[in-house]
DNA sequence: CTCAATAACGATACTCATTCTCATTCAGTA
DNA sequence: TACTGAATGAGAATGAGTATCGTTATTGAG
């Protein structure tokens, strides 16, 4: 996806959910768009530096959260990392390094991923739910810590 | 698994990691064990009572995971879940439920199983990484909140 | 273009889960 | 029973995340 339709999809979401799409929300819209994976509040600050202050970053992903543009993982201790929604990054599921703690993007082939889908399909017939989503983590070491 | 299995397993890997297997810490192995899914040190403390104040079950967890008693699950915001280990429990995968937020283990038949794994392994050589664990989480709406 | 009206922002105070500290108590051993 | 290190409990400290509130920027009406 080109960034020019990132943030014209972007654009459109916040404004189906009411709000301006600002200079604040563009920057933090085209860091996540840089990123592998996941990212901490932390994180961003330090790619975004003082151009946008930690209380800004934290309402701006809320709101960003709120209008489907990205979404929250919690997949380590204590911290909430965001990436962009799936309509922007396609499905994919995510590697956790059990050394480091960073988590990165795992494209995953369509063959496997309809394998998974199989499986949380029947899991949910076997179970009588109607499952939303789901996600599989790996849990591994990155390239980094090999 | 029995009770009286639990335990000796529990002292077992204690001992290994060097420490005492205290009356606190009975209590919340015991505890987990009754819960059908990862609890929270809130929900913990309410069923546990003053007998064990909140900082020693911090600290009872934190050992219990080093010992390998127990595993920390981070499947929802700002909150830290724990559960006992597969040696347990047995393998499973987990409900998250996107109305109230609750965490319920889910019991997944061998086959599934070994489909997941399957994709797991497939995915660790295509990517060259040696995955040293997985979970399957699922979202959807709970028994309650349906 | 100017002026409200309202959305967004930024700094700061605050909350609350979690960790740390330290004095006290307990369990195991001589 | 006395000794020694492990374990405990109460409360202080930390830090991610949230709420508040005065200021700034954007939009739309005239």
């Known amino acids: 996806m080109t960034t ?8 459109s979401r916040l404004a189906a959910y009411g709000v301006r799409f600002t200079r604040g929300r563009r920057a933090v819209v085209l860091a996540l768009a840089e990123a592998q994976g996941p990212r ?12 946008v202050p930690v209380s800004s970053l934290y309402r701006t992903l809320t709101v960003l959260e709120e209008s489907g543009v990205v979404v929250p993982h919690y997949g380590t201790r204590g911290l909430t990392r965001y990436e962009l929604a799936e309509w922007a990054t396609g499905h994919h599921h ?17 063959g496997l991923e309809q394998r998974v889908e199989a499986v949380v399909e029947e899991l949910a017939d076997d179970q009588g739910f109607e499952p939303a989503g789901h996600s599989l983590e790996i849990e591994g070491r990155c390239r980094s810590c090999h």
Chains 1, 2 share one sequence.
Not at 4 to 11: C, D, H, I
Not at 40 to 51: F, I, K, N, R, Y
Not at 98 to 108: A, F, Q, S
């Open 94 to 110: 995510h590697l956790v390094c059990i050394e480091c703690g960073t988590v990165d993007d795992l494209e995953i082939p369509e």
């Open 4 to 11: 020019a339709t990132l943030e014209r999809e972007a654009q």
């Open 40 to 51: 901490t509040v932390a994180e961003l600050a330090e790619v975004l530096g003082p151009s």
